[in-house]
């Protein structure tokens, strides 16, 4: 790791000095004001920032090991019979528990999404009842949809939190777009991400082209400055740091300085994440006024599914899903109806596919 330390009269100039020497992907370790001068003659204030860069690491090609010898398979002796015999099917580690022609439907319900919901008694009456493949996929995608309670309206601050690259700012500049160019609303960015500066920098460029303010928040000091700029938006943006978010101070100091009765604050979370780190992310966050799920990255994975298991799990509405890098494109109101077709499109069920629409 490639270790710097820059000095300047602004933090903004610090910024522009450490983008210079290390580049984008640099981040901030430490930043304070300090004292220049010669026995405290002429002093003046400063900032001093301390900023780090990964070194690439350099890749080996492995050496092929030698092709090991393996014995010859043994040929069985007639006193010693080869017996084959085909196992049922199993999913998920057990047998079937449905109809064959309901394969699909058990695949996903053995899918740690659902392990938890036990439908197969319904279902298996349901079909040999009616005889129907639709029927069954109707139950389910009733009960899917019935999780998925109807998003909130956003007050005037909307927060976003969240651990560091589960898209936290792209979703932030598409909202941006969502309510300037499809709501007609005047918008204000305040970003308090200072940590990487390829996030800001990526943040500003989205403004830029949108024509958008927005403020960068080193500190509490300037975030209450931002919020006092943008005091005539209809909307106001926020993006917040997301290196720290297992440290429980982190999570304490949302409850210290900001004020949620007029901030609507939505945990991001990716679709591509492994459940257990989704349950672990939920749990760092739970303690603070959520008042929505943002799920992003849809698009880069085969399967939706772990969103069904969160709602459940909150108990929280889905205000927005991402399926897409396009800006101001690919966002996904959190209706009931929309998710829940988007899933089951991902599953492949042919009447929820945009094939058989």
């Given at each position: 790791m490639q270790i710097k330390k820059f000095t300047a009269k602004t933090m903004a100039d610090a910024m522009t000095k450490v983008k210079q020497e290390l580049g984008d992907e640099?981040?901030?370790?430490?930043?304070?004001?300090?004292?220049?001068?010669?026995?405290?003659?002429?002093?003046s204030k400063q900032v001093e920032v301390i900023a780090a860069l990964e070194k690439e690491q350099v890749v080996t090609k492995p050496r092929h090991p030698a092709p090991v010898r393996t014995a010859p398979t043994p040929t069985p002796t007639p006193s010693q019979p080869v017996i084959t015999q085909t196992p049922p099917r199993v999913i998920g580690g057990a047998a079937p528990r449905l109809h064959a022609s309901l394969q699909h439907v058990e695949s996903l319900l053995s899918t740690e999404s659902f392990a938890d919901e036990s439908w197969e008694e319904t279902l298996n009456e349901l079909y040999y009842t009616t005889k129907s493949v639709e029927e069954a996929?109707?139950?389910?995608?009733?009960?899917?949809?019935?999780?998925?309670?109807?998003?909130?309206?956003?007050?005037?601050?909307?927060?976003?939190?969240?651990?560091?690259?589960?898209?936290?700012?792209?979703?932030l500049a598409k909202l941006a777009a969502h309510f300037k160019l499809t709501e007609g609303k005047t918008v204000g960015l305040i970003t308090t991400d200072t940590y990487r500066i390829a996030a800001i920098e990526q943040l500003k460029t989205y403004a830029e082209i949108m024509s958008i303010p927005v403020e960068v928040a080193y500190d509490f000091h300037d975030f209450k400055r931002a919020k006092q700029l943008f005091a005539r938006k209809d909307i106001v943006?926020?993006?917040?740091?997301?290196r720290n978010f297992r440290d429980p101070a982190y999570v304490e100091q949302f409850h210290e300085h900001h004020d949620f009765t007029e901030t609507s604050l939505s945990l991001v979370l990716s679709l591509t994440s492994k459940m257990k780190d989704m349950d672990m992310i939920y749990s760092q966050f739970e303690s603070l006024p959520l008042s929505s799920l943002i799920f992003t990255k849809a698009d880069e994975t085969s399967d939706i599914h772990a969103m069904y298991r969160m709602v459940k799990k909150s108990g929280l509405p889905v205000a927005w899903m991402t399926d897409?890098?396009?800006?101001?494109?690919?966002?996904?109101?959190?209706?009931?109806?929309?998710?829940?077709?988007?899933?089951?499109?991902?599953?492949?069920?042919?009447?929820?596919?945009?094939?058989?629409?």
């Open positions: 640099a981040v901030i370790l430490n930043s304070r004001q300090v004292k220049t001068g010669w026995f405290g003659l002429f002093s996929e109707r139950f389910v995608y009733e009960q899917v949809k019935s999780s998925f309670t109807e998003p909130p309206e956003a007050k005037r601050y909307v927060m976003v939190v969240g651990p560091t690259g589960v898209g936290k700012t792209t979703t943006l926020i993006d917040t740091a997301g897409g890098q396009e800006v101001p494109d690919d966002l996904i109101r959190g209706h009931a109806d929309a998710l829940t077709k988007r899933l089951f499109e991902k599953e492949g069920w042919a009447r929820w596919t945009k094939q058989g629409v």
